[in-house]
């Protein structure tokens, strides 16, 4: 199934997209969850499954507006430097343990939407990215084990304000900027994508491919990034890993590429879909 998080008439639901359709998983669920984060609490995907069986979509895609996969997490794990080529244009070294930093939920849009630069910063730059929804919790989870805790996969653009990035050794102030990251468009989840399952990604800016990659190019693989986070912290459902991004970002370029006002940028992961947001300068006062 396609699982997404959307607005309709001032209404916010979640559903399952058939075609060009809807299924609003509110209503055809009855309200037994509030949300897709609490459909995936309630182990409830066997319900959504089950639900659309038969049933007529209610809405057009065109018709809704794409909010992030999962608008409430309680954790996004970001993975950093996780692809060796980026490591390389960067100038650093393969760590020994993956590298994580956090992003908040409210630095976050839904496909379709536009991703914000702020008026503090013209170095906002593209980051591609593979996102990991967690569908069951658990603490110190095995790399063996991680598979099973996985609910599905998205889009992501891990949209980065750079020189905020780096005015320190800490990345958090430049990683969080109000709507500056894109997730969507929708989480396939697992019974469509096998585990261990080779994906590629794609990065384009106005229709020109940036970076290109696929996952068993990843330094740290997905497994091994929920073992280790894990151990910190419990997963819970809906949590969300941002599993790193490939070479080729706007700040290594010569001349360095950065997103600017009219901007279209596009990440695609295969066997999942495609993540457009345009860009805009942010409106202040």
């Not at 100038?91 to 020994?96: A, F, H, L, P």
């Amino acid at each position: 199934m396609k699982l997404i998080s959307f607005e309709h008439n001032g209404k916010v639901s979640f559903g399952a997209v058939v075609g060009d359709s809807v299924i609003d998983l509110g209503t055809a669920l009855e309200g037994r969850f509030a949300d897709l984060k609490g459909l995936l609490e309630g182990d409830g995907i066997a319900a959504a499954k089950a639900a659309i069986e038969g049933r007529t979509p209610e809405l057009k895609l065109a018709e809704i507006t794409f909010l992030p996969v999962i608008p409430n997490p309680g954790k996004i794990w970001c993975a950093g430097l996780n692809y060796g080529e980026h490591v390389r244009e960067t100038g650093r070294e393969v760590s020994e343990q993956p590298m994580f930093f956090l992003r908040f939920a409210d630095s976050q849009v839904g496909h379709g939407q536009a991703i914000q630069r702020p008026p503090e910063s013209v170095k906002l730059d593209y980051e591609g990215e593979i996102a990991v929804i967690i569908g069951k919790g658990g603490r110190r989870i095995s790399e063996a084990d991680a598979w099973d805790h996985i609910a599905g996969y998205a889009c992501y653009n891990d949209g980065s304000i750079r020189d905020w990035q780096l005015h320190t050794q800490q990345w958090c102030p430049g990683k969080n900027f109000w709507r500056t990251g894109g997730f969507g468009p929708w989480m396939v989840t697992t019974d469509e994508i096998e585990a261990g399952a080779t994906l590629s990604l794609v990065t384009r800016l106005n229709g020109a491919e940036v970076q290109r990659a696929t996952t068993d190019m990843m330094l740290h693989s997905i497994p091994r990034q929920i073992a280790y986070a894990s151990t910190v912290a419990p997963l819970q459902p809906g949590d969300v890993f941002v599993t790193g991004t490939p070479g080729g970002i706007g700040a290594k370029r010569t001349p360095q590429l950065w997103m600017k006002s009219g901007d279209v940028v596009e990440v695609e992961v295969e066997r999942v879909g495609i993540l457009r947001n345009t860009i805009v300068d942010e409106q202040v006062g």
